[in-house]
């Protein structure tokens, strides 16, 4: 299904003005002939005015960035696009069968529960669902999902995408509802992605299928798992007739069940790499200040002391705690 752009058809103002002209020729023509008792011209004014009116069920007014398909007896006659007021066939009908879906996104949002300053509002009759197709570009926030990483870590991640039309004859006949249908693509495009990542950097693992194992993760390559992402949506819409134009992870976090033992973990290591600094930096003072007690000869040390000294200097350095000394007032030895 290719999309046909109908142009030419602004002339709806035109239209309405003949036909009301006629209208009321019509009338006037009517009570004329009610004094001068021609039956025919009477007869022919009545006509007149029962069909008139028939033309203006093709009048057809858009707003920039809306479209309209437009389907005679069932063929796709083609679509209204750019603003305008136009004049179609009065025959036609226009197709939307996602006027009526609400994903809660950017420009698609039922407010009909809303209320104005904290009053409740008395009985509000449903806005009309207009079969006009917007060519804007819509914010889709997809809900949270729960997705085991490559590791079979249970994560939750939520997407954001902006999409728009770009062919309508797509939109409305190659798939039932254009937008349930992104909203499951993006569903199963963020499940087929996320399972190829771990949610942190973990060694021996393939992100991006060349066999050889790289520092890929949700956390850290956000970006290039978003635009995989986008890619991946892209291809699944691509027959619906819709452009992906972004797409970012709005929420990252593990699963709630193990969302406090992946914390220790995380504790524990920071704690580790926060103990091998310290040694290293211990170890280094260490050997310093023996040296320099060597060098100055401040003071002669055996084996033994040495061994003493060096236990002490580590006990204070690598302690959690302010060290406590004793002071000997005797003699070294």
């Known amino acids: 299904m290719q999309e046909n752009v109908i142009t030419g058809k602004k002339n709806g103002m035109a239209v309405m003005l ?5 209208y009321i020729l019509a009338v006037l023509a009517l009570i004329y002939t009610a004094g001068d008792g021609s039956g025919a011209l009477a007869v022919v004014c009545v006509v007149v005015m029962c069909l008139v009116w028939i033309p203006l ?3 057809r007014v858009l707003k920039p960035q809306e479209a309209l398909v437009l ?3 069932g063929n796709y006659v083609g679509t209204l696009k750019g603003p305008g007021f136009y004049c179609v066939n009065p025959f036609c009908t226009s197709v939307n069968p996602a006027a009526a879906t609400r994903l809660g996104q950017s420009g698609d949002v039922d407010d009909s529960g809303k209320t104005l300053l904290g009053l409740a509002q008395a009985s509000k009759k449903a806005a009309p669902v207009s079969p006009k197709i917007s060519l804007k570009i819509m914010t889709l ?8 990483d490559c590791l079979g870590n ?7 995408v902006m999409w728009r039309v770009t062919d309508t004859a797509k939109a409305v006949f190659n798939v039932d509802n254009y937008k349930e249908y992104l909203s499951l693509q993006c569903d199963t495009a963020v499940r087929n992605i996320v399972r190829i990542y771990p949610y942190d950097v973990s060694p021996n693992v393939d992100t991006t299928g060349d ?5 890929g993760s949700l956390r850290g390559s956000s970006a290039v798992v978003a635009d995989r992402i986008r890619a991946e949506i892209q291809d699944r819409v691509e027959n619906a007739g819709l452009e992906i134009l972004e797409a970012r992870i709005t929420y990252l976090a593990y699963a709630p069940e193990i969302a406090a033992v992946m914390l220790q973990r995380q504790q524990a290591s920071a704690i580790i790499d926060a103990r091998k600094m310290i040694v290293d930096g211990a170890v280094g003072m260490v050997e310093m200040a023996l040296a320099r007690l060597s060098e100055n000869k401040v003071v002669e040390l055996d084996d033994e002391r040495r061994a003493a000294m060096v236990s002490n200097l580590l006990v ?6 302010d060290a406590q000394p004793v002071v000997n007032s005797g003699s070294l030895y």
């Open 18 to 22: 003949l036909i009301i002209g006629l």
């Open 57 to 59: 069920l093709g009048l």
């Open 71 to 73: 389907t005679l007896f």
């Open 141 to 148: 926030n997809n809900c949270r999902q729960k997705i085991n």
């Open 154 to 160: 249970p994560v939750e991640i939520g997407i954001a």
């Open 211 to 215: 066999g050889q194992a790289d520092d």
């Open 316 to 321: 204070v350095l690598c302690g959690n705690r």
